[in-house]
């Protein structure tokens, strides 16, 4: 864990009656914090602080020295202050484990040359909009990779990286990232979910969020972008999510208008090229 995280993920919380606990954060996995995704239709109040209370716990490790009680997160989740303070840090946390991801670009001119990036990059270069994981700070908004989107627009004459590999801390397992925006691509979308979530199932338990929601709908396209399965992206850490749901749509979805600004040099051969798909 970097120091700035170690910094972030130990905290003190006022509890009420002049009660200060001590919170102890942990980066919690996918299938923990990527399923609490509601559809808008399902965002009432009820169903907003049942999700709240779900994320915290996946999120609080210890409270005052020991798991959090269901007593202690309804304490949380019920005072508005006290679920602000936690939910700045919550979001400073993730925007912050998605800061964490490196992709290699690899250079399309020569066999081994690769261009080393973050999402930095790609926000100041493609001239993004701040990205937000949440509604107003508060729920958490689908994933970008929840819905097929247009593939971005692409300057005439530049060439493109030959692939990607990407690296985060939590995720030593990573290797390459694909587009979703190729025919074989769509082709194993609809593989997947015959496969993972088949239609008039009754999923098993435990899988109990599969079926043909937002947040199942991020984990498969996902993991097809990775070439593995629904079951290795939810037990990955959900700071890898962010940070890939993020690459993904820079490198597939984004437009470049201005080459010369996004274009990188290769540190093996000196070509030029845009790292995007
Ligand atoms: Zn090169």
């Not at 979308?189 to 929601?213: I, K, V, Y």
């Not at 992206?233 to 890939?244: N, P, R």
Request: proline share 10%.
């Amino acid at each position: 864990m970097t120091p700035a995280l170690e910094a972030l993920y130990a905290f003190d919380l006022d509890m009420g009656s002049g009660r200060r606990a001590s919170v102890r954060l942990r980066t919690p996995t996918v299938a923990k914090i990527v399923r609490l995704v509601l559809p808008p239709e399902e965002h009432t109040p009820q169903e907003a602080g049942r999700v709240l209370m779900l994320e915290l716990e996946a999120l609080i490790d210890t409270l005052a020295g020991h798991p959090p009680s269901a007593a202690e997160l309804a304490a949380i989740v019920e005072d508005p202050e006290r679920l602000g303070a936690l939910l700045h840090v919550r979001n400073t946390v993730y925007d912050h484990l998605a800061l964490e991801g490196r992709v290699l670009a690899l250079c399309p001119h020569c066999d081994h040359g690769r261009a080393e990036l973050d999402l930095t990059f790609y926000w100041l270069a493609l001239r993004l909009p701040p990205w937000a994981f949440t509604d107003q700070g508060v729920l958490l908004k689908p994933p970008l990779l929840a819905s097929p989107l247009p593939s971005g627009g692409r300057p005439e004459g530049w060439p493109r990286a030959r692939g990607f590999d990407v690296i985060h801390p939590d995720a030593p397992g990573l290797r390459a990232l694909r587009s979703l925006q190729t025919l074989e691509a769509r082709i194993r979308e609809q593989e997947g979910w015959r496969l993972w979530a088949p239609e008039g199932d009754q999923p098993p338990e435990g899988r109990e969020h599969r079926h043909r929601s937002p947040a199942f709908s991020a984990t498969l396209r996902l993991a097809v972008a990775l070439e593995t399965t629904p079951d290795v992206v939810d037990g990955m850490s959900v700071g890898a999510f962010f940070f890939l749901d993020l690459l993904h749509f820079a490198l597939a979805n984004a437009d470049v208008v201005a080459p010369e600004r996004a274009a990188v040099r290769c540190p093996a051969c000196d070509g030029r090229f845009l790292p995007i798909f």
